[in-house]
């Protein structure tokens, strides 16, 4: 009996050589389209950026120079600070259009307290922030790049003329850039410096999208770098509101249903020694307690409440805010506009601070008036102001209500913003990314 022989395996795929790498990408900003675009991009700032710098320059001299006429030149200084803003918008809103680099929108610099004083620090911290600097030195660098985009667009269309010189040129000679050039040779000549001035064109577009990258574009490391600040900040946030929202339950508890808890338990123990003796005692006290224990439901009810509203998930953000409303001992006027849902932690952020902010105005602002107005923002955020008319002089203290609203909502990726002078009103702001 004879073994078949084995069938014939299919050569192997030779291993892959030590040191092989991947094959490379282009980068996205050398793609044809977003050279076009961009070369179009340099040639509008090689027309705008000039005029812009020369406002910028005469804003700056006028500021210093009329800064001893009674302040005067204040104004001016303030108006060069806020141009520089808006050049650094424009310029974060340009690069990322271009090339699609997901840049968060600048932001204006808001006043850390109010008052003169606070007006003061907000425009000087408008004035060194970092990202608005990069962003105008970039717009910079790439009005310089348009202007030489611009000079060698001139050329361009010259070498398309000189191509076509012995079409033209009567006495068989012809005039480029100063020169002298026989037409004979200037079909060549005109191609050669069509072929160099579009090739540079094209490494000036490849230019700006690589300082782009390095001046506004943030690196991976330092997006990284970012992302886990805020998570820290974030998870701090969270661990100090849990903390606070625990310490608010202990003692809701041990003020409010446990005392009254233990009332109804002293009261049925009595009820239970007069049931024999004193009949109508006894019904008396059983009425007492179970009048006790309605309002201790009542009161569970309403600290279940404050921890979350059922009515938040079943029905929305509007639908519990009106209901909030309802509830409140001071009149409240709601104007919530709100196309849809956001998701769960954002809207639970946002209503335990108008929650927590109408409570306070009830407790201590005096106030007769609160409006609460919520919107949804075109950059993605939910956004809500809590005012009252009330006497002022709200501030962040440990354990406080405030500082629960701002644990909270940092824990949610938000901000919160407090303006309550003395003497009043209160404003409260809040802001929570939709997707948080």
Known sequence: MTTPAPAPQAPSAPPAEAGAR???????????????????HLAALGVIGPVLATILGVLLGAGLGMLPVLGIGVVFLLGLVYLLYAIGWLETARIDGLYDAGLPPLRARRAPRPGFGGFLLMVWHQFIDAPMWRAVANAAIATILGWITLILFQQLVSSVVLAFAPLYAADGVTRFNGFSILAGWAPLVGILVFLASAAAIVGIALLHGVLARVIVIPTREAQLAERARVSDVQRAGALRASEVERTRIERDLHDGVQPRLVSVGMTLGLAQQKLTEDPDAARALIEEAHTSTKAAITELRQLARGIHASVLDDRGLDAALSALAGRSHIPVRLDV????????DAEAA???????SLTNAAKHSRASECRVTVRVRDDGTLWARVEDNGLGGARVLPGGGLDGIHNRVLAAGGTVRLDSPQGGPTALEVSVPCAS
Do not use: I, M
């Open 350 to 356: 946002v209503y335990f601070a108008v929650a927590e």
């Open 22 to 40: 991947a094959p490379r990408h282009l980068p996205a900003y050398s793609s044809p389209a977003r050279l076009a675009g961009t070369v179009a």
């Open 337 to 344: 506009r709100l196309d849809g849902r956001c998701s769960r």
